[in-house]
């Protein structure tokens, strides 16, 4: 799903053209973002608990819950399709929303530097979704930043799932105080399966 909005999204990019240096801009945008994006994502999107609407039933992190209530099990650990389809947008309006009124008031062309920002963002996505993937499986990182991030990762899910909501970068942790000094500074969290939603409530 992820790579069916990247392609045409680079193909519409290259065709634009018009590149300048407005599009590092857009480019190091995204990164600034990236970390916070994650981090927002994670605890207020993946995390929320189910909410109704007119009667009708949200529940954006339902497909998380699964992963969270079981981590080793692989089939929970990348995007369903539904929630691919609906990530796309939401990360697009999101960037735009940040993107667009910076290059505006800097004068800056809008179109090819805002579509270059959409295909940044859609491969962070992807690379989430890479890493998540790797994180949950058998591979043994060669570097120590990937060694961290996947350790991280692994109390994230099995010590206390209010901290370490990053997930390619640990930086938005670091700024909002989910990053602990230790581990031990974390205490075990009786819902870090469930986030603190049974069954029968979801």
């Known amino acids: 799903m992820i790579v069916a909005g990247l392609v045409p999204l680079v193909t519409v990019r290259l065709v634009v053209g018009a590149w300048s240096w407005w599009d590092l801009a857009a ?18 999107v993946l995390h929320a608990e189910p909410f109704t609407v007119r009667g009708a039933t949200i529940d954006t992190g339902s497909g998380h819950r699964q992963h969270h209530l079981d981590p080793s099990r692989i089939e929970n650990v990348l995007l369903r399709g539904i929630d691919a389809a609906i990530f796309q947008p939401m ?29 940044v963002a859609l491969a962070k996505l992807l690379e989430y979704e890479w890493d998540h993937f790797i994180f949950h499986t ?16 692994h109390l994230h899910h099995w010590r206390n799932e209010r901290y370490w909501l990053g997930v390619t970068v640990n930086f938005g942790d670091r700024i909002l105080h989910t990053y602990p000094k230790s581990k031990s500074d974390v205490p075990l969290s009786p819902t870090a399966r469930t986030l603190g939603v049974h069954p029968q409530d979801a």
Not at 27 to 44: C, D, N, Q, R, S
Not at 138 to 144: D, F, I, L, V
């Open 27 to 44: 480019v190091g945008i995204v990164i600034a973002l990236t970390p916070f994006t994650e981090w927002f994502i994670h605890l207020f």
């Open 138 to 153: 058998a591979y043994r990182p060669r570097t120590p930043y990937y060694a961290r991030l996947k350790r991280n990762h």
């Open 91 to 119: 990360i697009a309006g999101l960037v735009l929303g940040i993107t667009l009124p910076v290059l505006w008031l800097a004068d800056a062309p809008l179109l090819a530097p805002a579509l270059t920002a959409l295909v």
